[in-house]
T-cell receptor, first 113, second 115 residues
Framework: QQQVKQSPQSLIVQKGGISIINCAYE??????FPWYQQFPGKGPALLIA?????SEKKEGRFTISFNKSAKQFSLHIMDSQPGDSATYFC????????????FGGGTRVLVKP | GAGVSQSPSNKVTEKGKDVELRCDPI?????LYWYRQRLGQGLEFLIY????????KSGLPSDRFSAERTGESVSTLTIQRTQQEDSAVYLC?????????????FGEGSRLTVL
C-alpha cells in the first residue's frame, strides 16, 4: 500500500529531446504527488508537484500528467538540456500522515549535448 | 544559513562503533524527517517528528537506530553498533506542516561509511 514504483531506472536523451518518467502508486489516500530533482552530492529539491484534482500541471519545460483512475503520474521534460542531467524521484504523501513522502526508486537522466 | 544544515558531511567509522548525525532544520519548520539513501537507490523513510507529538518511528530498520529532537529545533540520529549495511547517505528534511505545498526541504546529507 505504501509503494511508489518508478520507471525507467535510467534514461539517455539528446539535447532538445523529451524525457518521460513514469510512476505508479497503490495507496488511494495519497493526495500530493511531487517530483524531486537531485544533483550528485546534493539533497533532493522540489521540482514540480500536483494534487489529484487536476490532470496536468506545467511549469516551464516540466509537465506532470496525472491519471487518477489508473493511479499513475508522469514527468515530461521538454527540450531537455545538459543541465537537466540529474536523478529524478517521484513521491507521494497525504496530509493525515504529516506530508511524509514515500519515494520512487529514482531515474537517472543523462542529456547528451 | 537559511537551509537545512547537516553535520558531519562525511563520517567514516569502524564496524561496531556508534555514530551521531546532526540536523538543524529551517527556522520555524515544525516537521522534521530523516531519510536514508543507499548508493544508486531511492530514499527510505526513517523517522518523522512533528512538534510535541510522538514521533513516527515506523521506518527505523532496527533497534540500533534512534533519533531525538529538542522541541522544534535540532535533531540527532544515532546508530549504535554500526554494520557495513548502514553505509549510506542520511538525509534530513524539514517542512511547514499545514503549509499549502507540503514541500520538504532537504539538507545535503551525511555520508556514512562503515568499514
Amino acid at each position: 500500500q505504501q509503494q511508489v514504483k518508478q520507471s525507467p531506472q535510467s534514461l539517455i536523451v539528446q539535447k532538445g529531446g523529451i524525457s518521460i518518467i513514469n510512476c505508479a502508486y497503490e495507496n488511494t489516500a495519497f493526495d500530493y504527488f511531487p517530483w524531486y530533482q537531485q544533483f550528485p552530492g546534493k539533497g533532493p529539491a522540489l521540482l514540480i508537484a500536483i494534487r489529484p484534482d487536476v490532470s496536468e500541471k506545467k511549469e516551464g519545460r516540466f509537465t506532470i500528467s496525472f491519471n487518477k483512475s489508473a493511479k499513475q503520474f508522469s514527468l515530461h521534460i521538454m527540450d531537455s538540456q545538459p543541465g537537466d542531467s540529474a536523478t529524478y524521484f517521484c513521491a507521494a504523501s497525504w496530509k493525515a500522515a504529516g506530508n511524509k513522502l514515500t519515494f520512487g526508486g529514482g531515474t537517472r537522466v543523462l542529456v547528451k549535448p | 544559513g537559511a537551509g537545512v544544515s547537516q553535520s558531519p558531511s562525511n563520517k567514516v567509522t569502524e564496524k561496531g562503533k556508534d555514530v551521531e548525525l546532526r540536523c538543524d532544520p529551517i527556522s520555524g519548520h515544525t516537521a522534521l524527517y530523516w531519510y536514508r539513501q543507499r548508493l544508486g537507490q531511492g530514499l527510505e523513510f526513517l523517522i518523522y517528528f512533528q512538534g510535541n507529538s510522538a514521533p513516527d518511528k515506523s521506518g527505523l530498520p532496527s533497534d540500533r537506530f534512534s533519533a531525538e529532537r529538542t522541541g522544534e529545533s535540532v535533531s540527532t540520529l544515532t546508530i549504535q553498533r554500526t554494520q557495513q549495511e548502514d553505509s549510506a547517505v542520511y538525509l534530513c528534511a524539514s517542512s511547514l506542516v499545514g503549509g499549502v505545498t507540503g514541500e520538504l526541504f532537504f539538507g545535503e546529507g551525511s555520508r556514512l561509511t562503515v568499514l
